[in-house]
């Protein structure tokens, strides 16, 4: 069974620092997804990871993937507020064609003050 | 491109009554859709993978005969939940994969369920 954790699951900084978000998963995947989750909406797709090694960066936000560590990272840099939300992980089985669900982690509440 | 959309946005229902919520793939075919619940402040959770033209792949402890899935075309899968009771009440969001092939999923809006 497929085992998502993220950690920290609330996270509270100020404007400016930097934070890492860490993701490990259980068994072997091929695809690593970043979502953020805005106060009742629903998700954002942030970055999608396909290889190791593989970095991608989008503004303040960059995550990378190490698929033999199981451990993907997503790197806030110079926070500010409207960074603020909930922001999982998630990731796709390895088995099944690429067809399968996602599996979630618990997601990392994320407050950022001024 | 790849927008989803869900209906209803939002639905209050009274007890052993049925509710049923649309996804489609509004720009896009979908061979394959996915529902997920979140209760407040945790997780999504896979429901059930949805299939077009055959029957719906359920995850362990989701009840097949409660949570009814039909995905009769290419662009629409719907979730029926039979006979709603309070602890059905949830965010149910629904997810798409092009036909086309790739990796990603594109999320719906979500419908909110609120079950008195």
């Known amino acids: 069974e497929l085992k998502v954790e993220q950690n920290p699951l609330f996270l509270s900084m100020q404007e400016g620092k930097n934070y890492t978000i860490y993701c490990n998963y259980s068994?072997?995947?091929?695809?690593l997804y970043w979502y953020r989750q805005d106060p009742g909406k629903s998700l954002e797709s942030l970055f999608v990871?396909?290889?190791?090694?593989a970095v991608k960066q989008e503004g303040r936000l960059m995550a990378s993937l190490d698929t033999k560590a199981r451990l993907s990272t997503l790197h806030i840099t110079a926070a500010v507020h409207d960074l603020s939300a909930t922001y999982f992980c998630?990731?796709?089985?390895?088995?099944?064609?690429?067809?399968?669900?996602?599996?979630f982690g618990k997601g990392t509440h994320l407050i950022i003050q001024p | 491109g790849a927008v989803v959309s869900q209906h209803p946005s939002r639905v209050i229902c009274k007890s052993g009554t049925s509710v049923k919520i649309e996804c489609r793939s509004l720009?896009?075919?979908?061979?394959?859709m996915f529902w997920y619940r979140q209760f407040p402040k945790q997780s999504l959770m896979l429901m059930a993978t949805?299939?077009?033209?055959?029957?719906?792949?359920?995850e362990q402890g989701v009840e097949k005969d409660k949570f009814l899935i039909n995905h009769a075309s290419l662009t629409l899968s719907t979730l029926t939940v039979t006979s709603a009771h309070p602890e059905d009440s949830s965010f149910y969001i629904c997810?798409?994969?092009?036909?086309?092939?790739?990796?990603?999923?594109?999320f719906g809006p979500g419908t909110r369920l609120t079950v008195l």
């Open positions: 998630a990731v796709g089985s390895a088995s099944g064609g690429g067809a399968d669900g996602l599996t």
């Open positions: 720009d896009f075919q979908a061979t394959t």
């Open positions: 990871l396909l290889s190791n090694g």
């Open positions: 068994t072997t995947s091929d695809r």
């Open positions: 997810s798409a994969r092009d036909w086309r092939g790739g990796r990603e999923q594109f």
């Open positions: 949805s299939n077009e033209g055959s029957k719906a792949t359920y």
